[in-house]
């Protein structure tokens, strides 16, 4: 939503030719600040040393989610509390505790930010232009942030709610991260006795926000509107005040444009609890955690009104840019205005450039949009002079993934009706001597199928995605395609399809190297003057040109095979596809 709002052709660009910008280095350094700081809450004062290993490391299942269901996994009930004259008495002592923690968690969460960071092949820079002392000031600002919460909590909580917390009988339905199963209702170690004043160490423990454990596999906690269609990951959700409070933290300073659409974000979370609550619960508070200057930035709460307008507008835009697959012309390059925010997001002066365009300088899509006025020297050849002799060159946006066909049914399977209302069917479709194999693709079935269809019986297969295999045509069919009794007037000859290509495009992403572990495969999307497309090779076709191009190289691919995945052009390479390197990054615009 928020970039939709920002520039519906950027939202475009984003989601239907998938053409994403690189991901910088800057990355390692925000998920290396939300590991530590998460990490450092989960830990309990009473049980786990400043200087010790991660003891509270949380038990996970295959598929990524914690194992909640197996109690006797956690470690917490079975760690012995240290002595009570170990236990921090005031703030002072818990900040240098809490310090102490992050120095025992940061390297690894560093460490393990880089690694994920270099996996990516639509990196670009190196990790070495991470601030690694920044990211580790970061902590700090964040850490001391949650002590100013566990300090509130201390001399604001009510008696009810600590009697509660000491009995062990108010562990929320979804506890925060701690170490201890889903389930657990004995008193906590640091429990003090009925009629004793709450003390620092009750309070880090009663504060302690739910956030997404640490050790659990990336958006496997997130949550979803009843209906299914909106969903979103929280960073930090405060409860000892018997209400909500949701936080999110940016490892950033907070300027620059973004800061507004955080508090769109915020807001969103807003609705979006008042939505799993059945609507009737809302939070308390929202704010942004600017790791940077270490500040607090409050987000206004939405009104009810604006929950209930959310609810709509939210599934309008769902049913506009989700439901169906919008085209170019339904996302205008219409940018918002740019805005300007200071340290800490506050609004700059003044707040918004006066410039229309001022959107479009700073995007990463103005060498592809037109209204960008960037000059990509994206090529435009028809042809192409190589191993002696010429080769027509397509425009990548002229490429037909879908073909029509028209012929006689033989060897017939089928039909038959699938759970999803697909129709599983095979035949041979016979056109004279020319014949093609008729089958469902491996991503769905059709629905829409003559009853008529049998053996010997003349048909029309239209929208089928065509290749070839083992020197026959095949044509594979999903629930774009249909099957209808063909007319005397309609003919679409088999031997007309067209399943090879030659294209020549800019490499505008690198989406997946072979790394000898689980990825296996080679592509990228290359982009010309006229669309994108996707390029793909597995295994033993994977070009040896491969390991020496980057994003922004130009390539041409020749003699590769039509294909489409996910509504997008593909060109696949085979056997006897080869490819060139035209001109490097060097050579050209920088994107």
Known sequence: MVTWKACPRLWYYNNIPKLRGPLPPQIIRGNAAEACISRVLRDSPSLVPGESEDILTSPILDDGKPAYEFGELWPGPSI????????????????KWAMMRADSHFQKCWDEAVRDWESLTNRVGTADSADVLECREMVENGIRMHLDQVEK??????????????????RPEWPSPDGFPLFWSEPHPCAEGPESDPSWMEAWEIARPWFVDPDAGSFTQTTSHPEGWFQGEYDLVYRWSGRPSVIDIKASQGKGDRSGGYLEQLRLYAWLWWETHERAEEVESLAIWY??????????????????????ELKDLYSTIHATTPSLEDCPADPSPLRYFDIGGKPSDPPLDPDPKARCRRCDLRGICESGGHDLELPSETRIERFGHAWPITPIGSIRTRVDATGTVSDLRGPSLKEDGGIDL??????????AKVRPSRYGSPSDITRSIANDVKVRVKDAIPSIWRGEVVLDIDESSSIALVNDEESFPIVEIETRINVIGRIWSIDAFPNGIGISRWSVTLVDQSGSAGVIAFKQF??????GLSRGDEIAILNGEVGEFNGRPQVRIGPNTRVVSIRTSEDVPGF
């Open 426 to 435: 095979s035949f041979r479709l016979q056109d004279g001597y020319d014949r």
């Open 542 to 547: 994977i070009p040896v040109l491969a390991a």
């Open 291 to 312: 790791l940077g200057p270490g500040t607090v930035k409050e987000v206004e709460l939405p009104s009810y009104e604006e929950l209930e307008n959310y609810s709509s």
């Open 80 to 95: 012995q509390p240290l002595e009570r004259s170990e236990w921090p008495t005031d703030r002072n002592a818990l900040e």
């Open 153 to 170: 909590c201390l001399n604001s909580l009510d008696a009810e709610t600590l009697e509660s917390w000491r009995d062990g009988t108010n």
